[in-house]
């Protein structure tokens, strides 16, 4: 059972921020007001998780229609990373997965699905960007954020864990050196205990 | 059953584009005669612009052309008001260092229901025209030429005496209404200049070079003599009612103002919804 | 106070999603399952005068603070979907168009969607194909949304065929839509996949996709006046501009090949100054790859596509369609100082690119081996003829010009030839290494006509990463940027502290050593530090901003020069 931890009366909020006399204020409650409202929201219970994915088409690296829906890994946990070819930090982070995805895959089974979101100006480069770097995991096309959109992604990198049944665990944004081997512990957990214990 | 229900909305897509293609034929236009005809209701073009607005030239260019077909029966005023008429001394060799702003035309720029949101953009006796109160000068044409064919409301005269030696102007605005007109109407006589030399940053393709250091602008608003929405000179006026207006400015005051470039726009309008119902100009030196 | 109102109105329905609406539904039997997802994101400046970059009091007027912001709630139920963004531009932040200052809902929707059928009333975003004809997308960093607002369809009557209908009005600000002030899209698109749909090709080698798309605009308004050359033209105005084609995608093991045409009718605009010449727009994408290799090469030819859905706005609003650059886009300082955009115009352009990897241990790869990316562009105009001896090229009111597919003109708009090399240092250093040399037709590419020339510059980048420990790296980049023209050389240096997974610091400067005033030899330095928790993230940066152009895909935002104090949240759940 949901509770909200921060009743708030949603009127009278908005008008308390727009009535601010200066600016400065004004924008600065704003800023609160929906920092708020989505840490109020922030968790991974009840109403706020991703049971499954939303059905959405997207394309595989061939150029042939790929559904969200097909993003399966027989019951074992999945990795979904958004990544382009232009994000300098999302190249980092699969790189960095890259290195110690053989391993990963051997010790765990978990698979990962790196959904590129380049559009038209992009895309072509996407095929020989992960050939030339060999990298070996199942890469998506998004060409117009679709399934960006879907699951609610801002900036990328971002990174969604889901469990053996389909179900999103943990997320994340941007990534810094060190951040894969968090994310292979969760992995690891998810494999022995079948949920996190965060 | 279901295939045909799946074929039945097949169709009904491609059905919304039955008729999606109008192709023109030659000839692709048709000039039109425009005549200047000072029996109708005169016409105020506005045109809200900036020396830093580098897509301004071509709207001026466009209100010239204008001036140049519609003669006697348009006026139109140059707006510097808005970021983009800030004087920079530091930027562009300081060629935008004069300040061609006016009290009234910052009041105008800043009048919310005017919509006056970007540069260039102009306004054709203060109305609507497609349901825009102020457009982009590739309208301004179309809009001259509807308000150009409405009836006369008003004849206005204006009688200028300049005193040379003391630089003072004495000018009289009479007005005689030829119709009935409802609400609160306004007299608002502002002072024009011609022929001002400065900088203006020009940016459009085809055009010579990317700014231009001795630019001519014409028509500048360099300020109102009796406020920057005018006098009230009469409410619910009727069919011949007449009002006489005189005003004095002393050209001491404004040193960098040439009094013989120099002209009065008397024009007429509702104190509350702004539409402009006649104008007449003189210049201020015969 | 109305809109007042309103916005108090709409925010509580936001407000109420997230609080009071999950209380209830974990309550209610038949609403169990909802969920509710959202994002948002905050760009606060607070500007600086900086008498250097020729910001005053008086430029700042008085708005030194300065914010966008959104928040985004989704709510799904089984097969619906309903959700709404809120913007808020208190004012827009410099760079960004004014008229975007206010707050309001601009999207919102509804969206039921099963095996057959998916149907969506309200805001929606779709591309057909490869875009030439129709896409709407958004970019909130660009400050660019064309949602359209209306109706979308889509069918899978087959297993195969995926049909799209469209119809709306797109987003022009904050503007209602009303009295035609802007055109009816409507479009429709089909797709085929020809291995599903045949089972003799269920298993073929060869896979082969056909589609086609039919995208056409309503403007009302038959004649239009337009005063030049001290006359006023009546031009005659097609109401219904259509703008049509098709593509194909051939897939066989390593090798793809992907072209799309489209062909637009007469559509006279303030864009190409009334001409009344059909476009022609072709793109076609050529690629190889193995393990360890990928090649594409990539050529176009954009012959007056420019598609609007207004004819008389020459910004970057209302754009139905989407003309990418061909060119690489790349995201280091210098190497994006110089960022080609499309002309709709017309402009013919090819692209390739190679990259591959050199194995550990071999010959060149050394010890960890080695990835090599190579890219070349070039970008032309396309020749345009005088239709006779008496009509200028792009005479209003006439057809404009003639030309004949793939006739390239001699004029290069941009070039860029770069290689980058990825590389391994043991376990604790790797590096990327890249080399540029860019040509740039800034008179072209920026509008001006005759006077900046093109500017050749050659760029050199060294961005090193050192993995301290498990946890703490520091990342340093080094840019110089030679050239001859514009405002001479540049240098740009980096130095960023990362502590996974929480903390980040860095201190950026790009310096102008080379400008031939020594009044403008500035520096542009800039100190940033942010906090990452899951997938919320606060950045606060300090420092000047250089004037730029900011592009995605192939739409440019101009940015002008200025000094702030930014703060940055995002977050989304």
Redesign the interface.
């Known amino acids: ?4 931890e ?3 009366f ?2 009278l ?3 308390f921020v ?1 009535q601010q006399k200066t ?2 204020m ?3 409650t ?2 609160l007001t ?2 708020l ?7 991974q219970d ?6 499954e994915l ?2 959405v ?1 997207m394309q595989n ?5 790929f559904n969200s829906t097909n993003i399966t890994n027989n019951g074992k946990p999945i990795i979904i990373s958004f990544w382009a ?4 930090p999302c190249i ?1 982070e699969l ?1 960095a997965i890259s290195d110690v995805y053989d391993d990963w895959v051997t010790e765990t089974g978990v698979k990962l699905y790196a959904v590129s979101i380049d ?4 895309a ?2 996407v ?8 990298w070996e995991f199942e890469v998506l096309l998004d ?4 399934f960006k ?1 879907a ?5 990328i990198p ?1 990174t969604f864990l889901l469990d053996g049944n389909g179900k999103v665990v ?5 990534f ?4 894969e ?2 994310l292979i512990d969760l992995v690891r957990q998810l494999n022995k205990d079948g949920k996190l214990t965060e | 059953m279901k ?1 045909l229900y ?2 039945a ?2 169709f ?3 059905a ?2 039955f ?6 034929e030659e000839p ?5 005669s ?1 005549y200047a005809d000072t029996n109708r209701r005169a016409v105020v073009l506005e045109d809200y612009t900036g020396h830093s607005c580098t ?1 301004c030239p071509p709207a001026a260019r ?1 209100a010239q ?2 001036q ?2 519609y003669k006697c029966q348009l006026f139109v005023i140059s707006v510097h008001a808005g ?1 983009f008429a ?1 004087p ?1 001394s ?2 562009y060799e300081g060629i935008l260092k004069e300040d061609l702003r006016s009290p009234a035309g910052n009041d105008w720029f800043a009048w919310q229901s005017f919509h006056i ?2 540069n260039p953009i102009g306004m054709v006796n203060r109305t609507a025209y ?3 109160i102020s457009f ?1 000068y ?5 809009a001259v ?1 509807v308000s150009a064919g409405l009836p006369k409301t008003a004849i206005i005269s204006v009688n200028n005496r300049f005193d040379a030696a003391s630089k003072t102007l004495t000018t009289t605005i009479g007005t005689r209404f030829l119709m009935d007109l409802p609400g609160k109407i306004n007299l608002c006589a502002c002072i024009l200049e011609d022929s001002i030399y400065g900088g203006q940053l020009n ?8 700014y231009i250091k001795h630019y001519l602008f014409m028509e500048v608003l360099r300020g109102s003599l009796n406020g920057s929405w005018g006098e009230l000179i009469g409410t619910d006026v009727t069919v011949n009612a007449t009002t006489c207006k005189s005003y004095v400015f002393d050209f001491n005051n404004q040193p960098a103002w040439i009094p013989k470039h120099c002209s009065i726009l008397a024009f007429i309008m509702d104190a509350d919804t702004k539409e402009i119902y006649h104008a007449a100009k003189m210049e201020v030196v015969k | 106070m109305n809109l ?1 109102k309103k ?3 709409l ?2 329905c ?3 999603f ?6 209830f ?3 209610q039997d038949i609403l169990k ?10 760009d ?1 400046i ?1 500007y600086l005068p900086d ?1 250097k970059i ?1 910001i005053t009091d ?2 700042l ?1 008085g ?1 030194t ?3 966008n ?1 959104f ?2 709630v ?1 709510y ?1 139920l089984g097969n619906f ?1 309903a959700g709404l963004r809120f913007e ?1 531009y ?2 827009p932040l410099i760079g960004y ?3 975007l ?1 206010g707050v309001g809902v601009p999207y919102f929707y509804v969206n039921y ?1 099963n095996d ?1 059928i998916d149907v969506t009333a309200g805001n929606f ?3 057909f194909g ?2 030439m004809m129709l ?1 709407t ?2 970019e ?1 960093t660009l400050g660019y949304d064309n949602s359209l607002r209306g109706l979308r ?1 889509k ?1 899978t ?2 297993k195969g065929i ?2 799209k ?1 469209v ?1 709306g009005v797109q987003r022009y600000y904050w503007e209602p839509y ?4 802007r055109g009816i899209v ?1 479009g ?1 698109d089909a ?1 085929f ?1 020809l ?1 599903d749909i045949f089972s003799s090709m269920n298993d073929a080698k060869v ?1 082969l ?1 056909l589609g086609g798309s ?1 995208v ?1 605009d ?1 403007q009302q308004g038959s004649t ?19 703008n049509y084609g098709g593509r194909f ?1 051939l ?1 066989i093991g390593g090798f ?1 090949w ?1 072209a799309e045409y489209a062909h637009k ?2 559509d ?1 605009t ?1 864009m190409n100054n009334y001409i ?1 010449k059909n476009g022609n727009g072709i793109f076609t ?1 050529l ?1 190889y ?8 090469l ?1 050529s176009k030819w954009i012959d007056n596509m420019g598609y609007k859905s207004n ?4 910004n970057n609003m209302l754009n139905i369609n ?1 003309l ?3 060119t ?4 280091y300082a210098l190497a994006s100082m110089y960022s080609y955009s499309t002309q709709a115009n017309g402009e013919a352009g090819v692209s390739g ?5 050199l194995p550990k241990n071999s010959k060149l790869g050394g010890k960890t081996g080695m ?3 190579l890219n070349f562009s070039q970008v032309n105009g396309i020749n345009k003829k005088a239709i006779n001896d008496t009509v200028p090229v792009d005479e209003l ?2 057809l404009g010009y003639a030309t004949s597919l793939f006739s390239v003109g001699k004029e290069v708009y941009y070039q860029d030839a770069n290689i980058e090399i ?1 590389k391994k240092f043991g376990k604790k250093w790797k590096g990327i290494f890249t080399y540029l040399y860019q040509t740039y037709n800034k008179d072209v590419i ?7 020339g093109t500017i050749y510059s050659q760029i050199g980048i060294a ?1 090193v ?1 050192w ?1 301290i420990t ?4 520091l990342r340093f980049e080094l840019q110089g940027l030679w050239t001859k023209q514009d405002k001479g050389n540049w240098a740009a240096a980096l130095i960023e502290y ?4 929480h903390w ?1 610091i860095s201190v950026m400067d790009q310096w102008n050593y080379g400008n031939t005033d020594p009044e403008q030899q500035l520096q542009y330095y800039l100190l940033s530090a942010g906090y ?1 928790y ?4 606060v950045a606060l940066s300090w420092g000047r901003q250089r004037e730029g152009v900011i592009c995605v ?2 739409v440019c935002r101009y940015v002008p020069a200025t000094n702030g104090v930014t ?1 940055t ?5």
């Open positions: 059972m949901y509770f909200p921060k009743p708030i949603p009127g909020l908005f008008s727009m600016i400065f004004r924008n600065l704003l800023i929906m920092l409202i989505v840490s109020g929201a922030y968790s009840g109403v706020f998780a991703y049971k939303p059905s088409a690296i061939k150029g042939i229609a070819t232009w994000c300098k980092r790189s559009d038209s100006r992009s072509p480069l095929g020989p960007l992960i050939n030339g770097k060999g060409p117009n954020s679709d959109r699951m609610n992604v801002g900036p971002h943990w997320q994340h944004t941007s810094a050196e060190g951040d081997l968090h | 295939i799946k074929t909305l097949f009904l897509f491609t919304i584009l008729q999606s293609c109008t192709k023109i692709y236009y048709t000039i039109k425009v897509n466009t052309n204008l140049a077909l970021p800030r920079d530091i930027n949101d970007h497609k349901s825009n982009d590739d309208e301004w044409a179309g030429g940016s459009k393709p085809g055009d010579s070079i990317p | 007042l916005n108090t109105y925010f509580s936001l407000v109420f997230l609080f009071l609406l999950p209380v539904l974990q309550a399952g909802s969920e509710v997802h959202g994002s948002m994101q905050a606060a607070y008498d020729g008086s430029t007027d708005k603070i300065r914010m912001g928040t985004e989704n799904s979907t808020a208190l004012p168009d004014a008229q200052n969607k057959f975003y779709e591309q490869y875009g896409r997308y958004q909130w369809i069918l009557p087959w995926t049909l209908g119809y009303k009295d035609y002030n409507k429709f797709d996949y291995n896979k996709t039919f056409s309503y239009k006046e337009v005063a030049q050359n001290g006359k006023i033209y009546l031009l005659k105005m097609p109401v219904n501009v259509a995608n897939n793809n992907f009718i007469n006279p303030a009344y994408n690629s790859s193995q393990k360890g290799l990928g090649i594409s990539m004819r008389t706005i020459t989407y990418p650059s061909i690489k886009e790349h995201t690119n190679v990259t591959f990897h990835t090599i990316a009111g006439t990825t920026e509008g001006h006509a005759h006077d900046y961005d990463t993995k498990g946890k703490n790296s990362t502590v996974a997974p980040f990452n899951n997938t919320t993230r895909g192939g703060l949240v995002t977050s989304s759940f």
